[in-house]
């Protein structure tokens, strides 16, 4: 038999295979550092797009904020005007009483008819006042029984007096106040005012 020592050839087929190895594994280290690398500025791209629209969104989220307060403040004032206007409102349908009563007077009024009191006691009503003439008394006494607000018109007294050296007359009225019919109340201006 015939011996062949291959000894030689094997330990060169072993270091041969050992850098194919080596080399091979030094690729695929290479090749997976380069997809790792690859894979963590991808990663890291992606990261810093989602911060900035997080911090875009997160702006958004400021400035929205920021004009929802703005809508509160509009909701508040809103409700502040609206309760203002209710107020009005009520004021104007309870818009009667004496001072209605005395915006007609005023227009009933004639100019050199001067009054000098005005007392309301439930519905009688006491008028005192001056004029120059007896015709301004009568025809201030017809404007107040032909208005909506007052009826039942009586001279008390009517007096001469004189005042600064200038003759007048001094009146006491007695009328009473018409009841509410739910109408606004109508004045109907005197001739000469």
Not at 77 to 97: A, F, M, P, S, Y
């Amino acid at each position: 038999m015939i011996k062949i020592n291959l000894l030689p050839v094997k330990t060169s087929k072993k270091k041969e295979t050992a850098i194919q190895q080596l080399i091979v594994a030094g690729v695929v280290i290479i090749l997976l550092a380069m997809a790792v690398g690859s894979l963590y500025m991808v990663k890291r791209s992606q990261v810093a797009t989602a911060q900035g629209d997080i911090g875009a969104a997160n702006g958004k989220i400021n400035e929205l904020k920021s004009k929802l307060g703005k809508l509160e403040e509009i909701k508040k004032l809103k409700e502040e005007v609206k309760k203002k206007l209710d107020v009005l409102i009520q004021l104007r349908k309870n818009k009667t009483g004496p001072a209605q009563r005395l915006v007609v007077l005023s227009d009933l009024t004639p100019e050199q008819l001067w009054l000098t009191s005005y007392v309301e006691s439930g519905t009688d009503v006491k008028i005192s006042g001056i004029s120059p003439t007896e015709e301004l008394i009568a025809h201030f006494m017809k404007a107040l029984d032909s208005s909506s607000n007052f009826t039942a018109v009586e001279l008390l007294v009517s007096e001469q007096a004189e005042l600064g050296g200038a003759k007048l007359k001094k009146f006491d009225l007695s009328l009473k106040l018409r009841p509410d019919t739910g109408r606004p109340p109508v004045a109907t201006p005197v001739a000469g005012k």
